[in-house]
């Protein structure tokens, strides 16, 4: 070949080695999360290895070999095998109540009354108070499951106010001085609408309030010092992300505790998403209507939380036939239903979402009645009832009907399954915690855990909803199974439905191009594994945004 020719051969070839090095040039994002199971829980269910990220949204999903070729990130993270999912989400929780929480004398898993007041008097000698406040007491955990009083409290704090909440937070028992305090020592108790002041024998009370009664002495109760308050919310929010969650929604938050978390988030100290409900008032609610209604990135404010009646535990729940355990007792309708209605009425004009809390079938009932009035069948309103743990037959169709979505939180069937049935009784608890009846009624429901009434717990969420056990393996065929989620469906119920009912559903709750990474990294396949097995895998990371804000090496 003569030189001329070769020349050009070579100035050929190395034009083109140039033009396919430039072709296949990575192009650069922020983070790529490979060599995994990635379950997107797309509308294929497709199931991918690698994920890139770029400005904190999902930019490719597929096969890892295709995204390593076609990606190059500043951040390179192996997922070792391991299996991620959309970020956990909790659809109904108090994440102000639970940080709250952290600073009181804790009464969960007590043995017995006396066990909670020690608890008590050991809190206040580590951190003394002008109040001693706790929460978590749950007599029925106890050999006498009857109410306590307070002359255990009024000997061990004669002087002090003492109040402690129950751990549904729909009973308290307070000593005398807190009594004193609140005007009901002296001079007679008033009658309480949607709540009770539990009196003795003598006419005297007994220092057990139910439901609206407590907040005769809530009311007066001091606030934490703010420093202490903002610790115990960042060790909450590390509580939570080290459990996988990403997202949670507040059921129930004064304005004034709104523009708390908002300040804090603008601060940057604030990590987790959060859904804001509104707690119930007229004044509450002109405080949105004038706001407007917000769907951002971090912050969700765009409905409002009621309260139709009290608890199942503290028998405040509203029946429509008397407790099989107190006769003539139907328990409490906590809200006025004409003012209910015009508040609804308020709500559906502006836009805004209604969220309502329901443990009786009398209770859902009318809820459903109400909403139906407003909402005059199927719509894109996404009202909600909170709970639904005893829905009457005819009512649960009533869900589908004006798409009303349940929000069910499956840690409280396993809970209250040792003691539901005294309430109830045989016939009627059949009809109590039928989530996937209400998951048939509407195609789907979001799923929570309502802490710090139950844990904060992801995995006993996903093996309540699935096995129907508490974490011993009881009852060994499940608490009523027929009414089991399947894994598919309780994965969906703790990402993709949980968006879809805050109205996040475009960014949020699967594994998708033009979503926000919110991912949640685990070793296991909650999928495959048996639903009980669960409780012993663990959660490795967790991402929002693009962002690890919880990885498990960095605290080993």
């Given amino acids: 070949m003569k030189k001329r020719n070769l020349c050009l051969v070579l100035s050929g070839i190395a034009a083109m080695l140039t033009w396919i090095g430039c072709s296949f040039q990575s192009e650069r994002v922020d983070l790529i999360v490979h060599n995994g199971v990635v379950l997107t829980l797309d509308g294929a269910n497709t199931v991918a290895q690698a994920v890139a990220v770029d400005s904190g949204r999902i930019v490719a999903v597929g ?24 970020g956990l989400m909790d659809g109904h929780a108090h994440l102000i109540g639970y940080a709250d929480g952290l600073l009181e004398a804790n009464l969960f898993s007590t043995s017995s009354w006396e066990d909670a007041v020690e608890r008590v008097i050991q809190h206040q000698a580590e951190w003394p108070s002008e109040w001693a406040v706790g929460r978590g007491w749950d007599q029925n955990d106890w050999d006498s499951q009857a109410f306590p009083d307070r002359k255990l409290l009024d000997a061990a704090f004669p002087d002090q106010p003492v109040a402690l909440e129950r751990i549904d937070g729909h009973a308290m028992v307070v000593n005398a001085e807190a009594l004193r305090r609140a005007g009901l020592l002296e001079g007679g108790c008033p ?32 606030s934490h010092p703010e420093p202490r308050r903002l610790e115990a919310l960042l060790e909450a929010q590390s509580n939570l992300l080290a459990h996988g969650i990403v997202s949670i929604t507040d059921a129930g938050l004064s304005p004034a505790e709104i523009e708390r978390i908002d300040a804090l988030q603008e601060a940057g100290l604030l990590k987790l998403r959060v859904n804001a409900l509104v707690t119930a008032s007229d004044e509450n609610i002109a405080w949105l209507v004038d706001s407007g209604r917000r769907i951002e990135d971090m912050l969700v404010v765009n409905g409002v939380k009621f309260y139709m009646d009290g608890a199942l535990g503290s028998r405040g729940a509203l029946l429509r036939q008397p407790y099989s355990d107190r006769k003539g007792w139907f328990g409490l309708a906590t809200q006025r239903q004409a003012e209910f209605k015009r508040q609804i009425e308020t709500l559906y004009g502006h836009g805004l979402q209604a969220a309502t809390h329901c443990i009786g079938d009398s209770a859902t009932a009318l809820v459903l009645d109400a909403y139906a009035e407003v909402l005059e069948g199927p719509n894109d309103r996404r009202w909600r ?11 649960v169709v009533r869900f589908g009907g004006y798409s009303v979505i349940p929000s069910v939180q499956p840690t409280h069937a396993t809970s209250d399954m040792y003691w539901a049935g005294e309430r109830l009784g045989r016939s009627r608890i059949r009809r109590a915690y039928a989530y996937q009846e209400l998951l048939q009624a509407l195609g789907m429901t979001a799923l929570g855990t309502d802490f710090p009434v139950e844990d904060i717990d992801t995995r006993k969420t996903f093996a309540a909803a699935v096995a129907r056990k508490d974490a011993n393996g009881f009852p060994v065929d499940g608490f009523q199974p027929e ?53 012993a895998t663990r959660i490795f990371g967790t991402c929002i945004a693009g962002d690890w804000c919880y990885l498990e090496l960095e605290r080993q």
């Fill in 483 to 535: 009414n089991a989620l399947t894994p598919e469906q309780a994965l969906r119920g703790m990402t993709q439905w949980v968006a879809l009912a805050q109205f996040q559903e475009n960014d949020l709750g699967t594994i998708e191009v033009g979503k926000w990474a919110d991912l949640t990294w685990m070793d296991r396949n909650w999928l495959l594994v048996d639903a009980q097995s669960v409780l």
């Fill in 191 to 222: 009658v309480v609408e949607g709540g009770e002041v539990v009196l003795d024998g003598k006419g005297l009370p007994t220092g057990v309030l139910i439901d609206n009664a407590c907040g005769l002495v809530s009311a007066i109760i001091p």
């Fill in 63 to 86: 096969p890892e070999r295709a995204i390593l070729n076609k990606y190059a990130a500043e951040q390179s993270l192996d997922l070792r095998g391991g299996v991620l999912t959309p």
């Fill in 385 to 395: 009832i909170e709970h639904a743990q005893v829905v009457s037959k005819e009512d």
